[in-house]
T-cell receptor
């Protein structure tokens, strides 16, 4: 148990569906992250929020839309996804966003399959 | 560009020792992390190195050479539960984590 929870754990959706991924951290951290993890590839940073403000958007397609209502919750809204978006989506949090010692705590991920 | 290289997969025997290497070329260096990730689970923190040398923590040790852009994770007295992926990540000059693709470690009895 890392103190970061994600729901759902598994999601299957069609290309025309709209769904949302939820992340919650119970660690009192100020920064939260969305990553995409594909097989045999490095973790891809998608979005970073620091004190609820988005600080990074690494050229992510607009079909992925993040939302951070407070420092403890993070959402990833999905719409009109493509099959190549199938992957494990990991949420993480850390005490601060910009620091040399920036240990990130990860949730278990949502395994997303787009049909 | 920034790059982290690790072997894709390694196999070792229960009770033995294994060394997982990581080489990096990044814009600046502000530390290096190792994480462990069991299949279907969250990555979890193993170690952090920012100065050259060896950091030991129980059965696991991590080594860093900044001049060579090189680190390794050493696992001793391997147990079946050590079967997992091991992720190397470097903190660059912008304090962003640059991740390797991970090394899948398979432990055989």
């Amino acid at each position: 148990e890392t103190g970061v929870t994600q729901t759902p754990r598994h999601l299957v959706m069609g290309m025309t569906n709209k769904k949302s991924l939820k992340c919650e951290q119970h660690l009192g951290h100020n920064a939260m992250y969305w990553y995409k993890q594909s097989a045999k590839k490095p973790l891809e940073l998608m979005f970073v929020y620091n004190f609820k403000e988005q600080t990074e958007n690494n050229s992510v397609p607009s079909r992925f839309s993040p939302e951070c209502p407070n420092s403890s919750h993070l959402f990833l809204h999905l719409h009109t996804l493509q099959p190549e978006d199938s992957a494990l989506y990991l949420c993480a949090s850390s005490q601060d966003w910009s620091a040399d010692y920036n240990e990130q705590f990860f949730g278990p991920g949502t395994r997303l399959t787009v049909l | 560009g920034q790059n982290i290289d690790q072997p894709t997969e390694m196999t070792a025997t229960e009770g033995a020792i294994v060394q997982i290497n990581c080489t990096y070329q990044t814009s600046g260096f502000n530390g290096l992390f190792w994480y462990q990730q069991h299949a279907g689970e969250a990555p979890t923190f193993l170690s952090y190195n920012v100065l050259d040398g060896l950091e030991e923590k129980g059965r696991f040790s991590s080594f860093l050479s900044r001049s060579k852009g090189y680190s390794y994770l050493l696992l001793k007295e391997l147990q079946m539960k050590d079967s997992a992926s091991y992720l190397c990540a470097v903190v660059d000059s912008n304090y962003q984590l640059i991740w390797g693709a991970g090394t899948k470690l398979i432990i055989k009895p």
